[in-house]
């Protein structure tokens, strides 16, 4: 297939939605929400009874792309809050497109400007249905599991990326991939125990409407802990909650009943390890992909890292991954 541009790709859709879905939409009449990101497009449409519709073109260049809908089919047959699935075509050399319900544009994060109380009414909500997705039993592939060399590999980016090239500090990066805790981490995760997890569960990938969460991008879903994704989830960058608000969150969740058990210093540990990734990430994108409007994000997950570094016990497990990670981004510490 020749290189995919975004008028390509809305004729293509249009042609989809004509022939599988009886809807007679001129490429022009699609919205593009998001272009080429990952080898995915995503358009949204109105139907003629005016009920939106979410149409996604995606390629192979991401391993995971191709998961969205198989994913998308066992998370609706589980009961998790998902869009529903309208259609769906696959086309040669691993692209497809899909329609599905379009749920709106109000996030998660949309809600970062507002008070504390709408902030913990919706992420409660948010809490009971991850839980929902954690309790799945997948009968559907699943992205590889974490494991040593994912929890590995989620250093050695932080430490290309975030260290080496941003920061342009080798010898940090250097440090901190030969850091006995760093090591002893990568361990102690993967002997644990895993679940089904979303994998990227941050604001922007939660939609809210009628009062309930939905998850959207959930197609790198995989086992893991469980605690990753709360981690993910309170100590997101993008929305930054204050630490009472997050406490008090996470205290939530460990008190709900009937849900998956969970351990407070797993979550301690799991914030450490996601907030290593973001960073990596921001500048990763930022730099290489030259998305430079993540470079704002950097100093604030930095903040959150480095606060939540402090506040951990000396008695906890994460309390040496701590100290190493602090060492890294404070040289003089």
């Known amino acids: ?150 929890y590995d590999w989620e250093h050695e980016y932080f430490a290309q990326y975030l260290l080496g090239q941003h920061s342009n500090r080798p010898d940090l990066a250097q440090r901190f991939l030969e850091a006995t805790p760093r090591k002893e981490v990568v361990s102690f995760l993967s002997s644990l125990p895993r679940h089904p997890i979303h994998r990227d569960c941050q604001s922007e990938n939660i939609l809210l409407r009628d009062g309930e969460a939905y998850f959207v991008d959930f197609q790198g879903m995989r086992l893991g802990l469980p605690e990753y994704d709360i981690a993910s989830l309170l100590y997101d960058p993008y929305v930054d909650l204050s630490v009472q608000l997050r406490t008090a969150l996470l205290e939530y969740r460990l008190n709900m009943s009937h849900a998956i058990p969970l351990r407070k210093e797993l979550v301690e540990l799991c914030a450490i390890q996601r907030i290593l990734q973001a960073l990596g990430a921001y500048a990763n994108i930022a730099h290489n992909k030259k998305k430079t409007h993540y470079l704002q994000f950097i100093p604030t997950a930095e903040k959150i890292l480095l606060e939540h570094c402090s506040c951990i016990a000396s008695s906890s497990p994460a309390a040496s991954f701590a100290a190493c990670v602090r060492s890294v981004l404070l040289p003089s510490f």
């Open 1 to 150: 297939m020749m290189a995919a541009s975004t008028e390509s790709i809305a004729h293509l859709i249009a042609d989809f939605l004509q022939h599988d879905m009886a809807m007679p939409v001129l490429p022009e009449q699609l919205q593009c929400i998001s272009r080429g990101a990952s080898g995915r497009w995503i358009m949204r449409c109105n139907s003629p009874n005016g009920s939106g519709i979410i149409c996604i073109y995606w390629t192979a260049d991401r391993a995971d792309n191709a998961s969205f809908v198989p994913t998308l089919r066992g998370l609706l047959e589980s009961g998790v809050h998902v869009p529903r699935l309208y259609a769906c075509r696959e086309l040669e050399e691993g692209c497809g497109i899909c329609a599905v319900e379009d749920l709106g544009d109000r996030t998660l994060l949309s809600l970062r400007g507002e008070g504390n109380t709408a902030l913990r009414f919706a992420y409660e909500k948010v809490l009971s249905c991850l839980d929902a997705l954690h309790r799945t039993q997948p009968a559907w592939p699943l992205q590889p599991a974490f494991n040593a060399s994912l």
